[in-house]
């Protein structure tokens, strides 16, 4: 138990010595801080220092060998008042402004700003960064003119800016801001300077009121004048053209009455040709009539009888030539038949009267007689046609029977062409 006992005092010892320990060791810089240890060497760029600087981080410190030294890297307000600063002219000012300075967080100003500054309080460093931009602004005063002072304050605050920007870099300081307040002088110079420019403004202001008015004054004159040349003018012009107005308006009615004249005159010949030429469309409208109503229709009855007449010539004459060829041709082929033609006419001439031939109209002297058979057996052809050869026998004296054989022999086969019959009309 005792044992125990003793383990566990020591772990506690060990514990605690390692938390201590690390408390005291363990450092820890916000962003606006910076943490520099001191007492080993390292190189810096070409050079050699016995410190080293941590910002917004943590570092441990060797015990025994390294101090630890706080920078605070916030803005400082410095307050610059300068008294009796002479000007350029031996005018003494006196100037009021405010600036901000701070520590720089980055080299190459961190290395100075450790070697002047570390230790330091922000009053130190503020007294410092007065006393350096009150230098400066004595040394821009003395480059410049009470009135460019006075006049320009920025331009004036911007050269302050770049004079006392080199001392800072070599002091470790950063400016940030720099603005000049007031800038004044116990003679009253600045003053009277104002007053001398009011004054010479409202002078100028006088004399551009006075000559405006006398502008206007001359102006109002000239446009009153213009004005009334206008007014005389156009009085003229409105003259003018009354005047010619009233010429035209004589001249115009001359020759309006001229031209009425005249168009009474074109009017009269114009009716006058009017009536004459009425009076020939009505002739020739009368003589159209006449010839529409008494000579045409005699011409058009002339033209028909000539046409009916040559109708019925050419009937005739086309008849008499149909009849002509067809007897040419009757005789041609009464010539080339030979003996049977004589017969053959008869034949044609006969063809039309068969049908009063074979009737009983006349009284039939019987010369010779001939039975034939009943018409049932199968011979009713035969019996007709027998019939019809002694009738147009009986009539005609023809015999077909002897006639066809007779033709058939003297042919021998090929039986001449039938002529034609002429037309009867």
Known sequence: MEILMVILVVIAVVVG????????????????????????????????????????????????????????????????????????????LNVEGVAHVKLPGAEPRLSNAVERFLGRSRAEIAAVARETLEGNVRGVLAQLTPEQVNEDKIAFGNTLLEEAEHDFVRMGLVLDTLKIQNVTDDANYLNSIGRIRGADIRRDASVAEAHAKSQAAIQKAENW??????????????????????????????????????????????KIQEDINRQRERAVQVERQLDADVVQPWVAEARKLEEDARAKAARIIERGRAEAEALEKLVHEYRSAGD??????????????????????????????TVLGDESDGAGMASKAIRFNEQLKAATGVDLVKTAGRLGAAGGGDRPSRPPLPERS
């Open 17 to 92: 010595s390692i938390i201590y320990t690390l408390r005291n060791l363990l450092f820890v810089a916000t962003p606006n801080q910076v943490l520099v240890l001191s007492g080993r060497r390292r190189r810096l760029g070409e050079r050699t220092v016995g410190w080293r600087a941590v910002r917004g981080g943590r570092a441990v410190r060797i015990p025994l060998i390294e101090r630890v030294d706080w920078m605070d890297l916030s803005n400082i307000p410095v307050d610059i008042v300068v008294r009796h600063a002479f000007s350029k002219g031996g005018i003494p």
């Open 225 to 270: 004048a213009a004005s009334e040349l206008a007014k005389i003018r156009a009085n003229l012009n409105i003259a003018k053209q009354e005047t010619e107005r009233r010429v035209k308006d004589a001249v115009t009615g001359r020759e309006a009455k001229i031209a009425t004249a005249e168009g009474e005159v074109r009017a009269e010949i114009a």
């Open 340 to 369: 049977a033609a004589r017969e053959v006419l008869v034949l044609q001439q006969l063809m039309p009267m068969l049908s009063q031939i074979s009737g009983a109209e006349r009284p039939m002297r019987i010369q010779e007689w």
